[in-house]
């Protein structure tokens, strides 16, 4: 019977949650379709790759399963980077142009064709018993960390630029997006520059630091699956986006530089007027559009007013009405009996993070704090 190690078990607890909770996102009601299906997708394929802890449970000895196997992790970067714009961008959809991106699977696979896929079993033996010294899988670990560096930039690329849209067109709930998009990139950036490591000490290093590594990267595994697990949990509902084509007011500034300032001046009286007025901000989805509805306004414009003209992003504009009113109801003394939960639901937040940072932000204060010396 084979022996089964640390690896083994941690492999096996991975590759289970992996595939649980890709059926549990597949399955879950969500207008964002797409992205679930993608997040779903690369799970999957983590799952795939992650059941190589154990593989020798699995296979016998080498076979062209085994290598098709090994070839799927040049699939999980392009995943990943697909679902990351789908939940940036609303309207994003798959295209026959993405295709582009499973070119070095293709590869990949055509590299191993003569050595592997047409080799003989006991070829394939005989083979396996020097692996890592041949220069296909030589080639896969270079090609495959250069792809990860590649599509982990075009990723941080991405969420910089949605991030800057989002701030400037919508108030509260869609930041939490942006968190979960920057922590899972952050993670999965700090997996591969492990991976790295282990695989330097492979070849380079000495055999007991190659085998800390591993066990590391193999603990590291298991805790971002389970922090797939609580976040999936928390919001089950996978995300809101943006329009593509929603353009930052840097550049849209150019048509407005002509416009006389009494102009704008107006129309800050006017907007600050609707929003102590009539409380629009209490609206958890509120976006710069919604507004812009409200106040008989284009988006456009709005947009600039804010963006430009106040120097503030709307998320912060926005925020500042309701803490102000967050305010009110924690100095008030006879809604002493609110809870801090029940008091960000009620001035438009759906995230205590979120509310305690944008307080603090803007007070100094915790909301806690900020109560006791009312």
């Known amino acids: ?163 800057k849209i989002f701030l400037e067109n919508y108030s509260s709930n869609t930041i939490e997006t942006y968190k979960w998009l920057f922590q899972l990139l952050l993670f999965t950036s700090i997996l591969y520059v492990v991976a790295i490591v282990k695989n330097v000490l492979k070849y380079f290093g000495q055999q007991e630091n190659f085998e800390i590594a591993m066990n590391i990267l193999i603990i590291y595994v298991l805790g971002v699956v389970c922090w797939y697990v609580l976040k999936a949990l928390r919001y089950p509902n996978l995300f809101n986006g943006v329009n593509s084509k929603t353009r930052l007011t840097q550049d849209l500034v150019e048509k407005y530089q002509n416009t006389h300032n009494s102009a704008f001046e107006k129309e800050v009286v006017q907007l600050t007027s609707y929003m102590t007025s009539k409380k629009p901000y209490l609206d958890a989805s509120l976006s710069i559009r919604n507004l812009a509805e409200q106040i008989q306004m284009n988006s456009r414009d709005l947009s600039v007013l804010i963006n430009q003209h106040l120097n503030q992003h709307f998320f912060d504009f926005v925020n500042q009405y309701r803490i102000k009113e967050a305010m009110k109801i924690l100095k008030n003394p006879s809604k002493k009996e609110f809870t801090v939960l029940e008091i960000l639901y009620e001035v438009g937040f759906n995230s205590k993070s979120s509310f305690n940072t944008a307080f603090k932000k803007h007070t100094g204060y915790t909301p806690t704090q900020f109560r006791k010396t009312a």
């Open 1 to 163: 019977m084979r022996a089964i190690d640390l690896s083994t078990i941690i492999g096996i607890i991975a590759t289970f949650i992996s595939l649980l909770l890709a059926v549990f996102i597949f399955s879950v009601a969500s207008k964002n379709k797409i992205s679930n299906k993608l997040f779903s997708t690369y799970l999957i394929l983590n799952a795939i790759e992650f059941s190589g802890f154990f593989s020798n449970l699995i296979f016998d000895t080498p076979s062209n399963l085994l290598i098709a196997k090994m070839q799927l992790s040049y699939l999980q970067m392009p995943v990943f980077y697909l679902y990351i714009l789908s939940v940036c961008y609303s309207d994003f959809k798959l295209k026959w142009s993405h295709l582009w991106h499973i070119l070095p699977f293709i590869i990949a696979n055509l590299v191993m064709i003569p050595r592997f896929y047409l080799a003989s079993t006991d070829q394939k033996i005989a083979l396996f018993k020097k692996f890592n010294s041949l220069y296909e899988i030589v080639f896969n670990h270079f090609a495959l960390h250069l792809q990860s560096t590649l599509y982990l930039v075009a990723g941080f690329i991405v969420l910089k630029k949605a991030k």
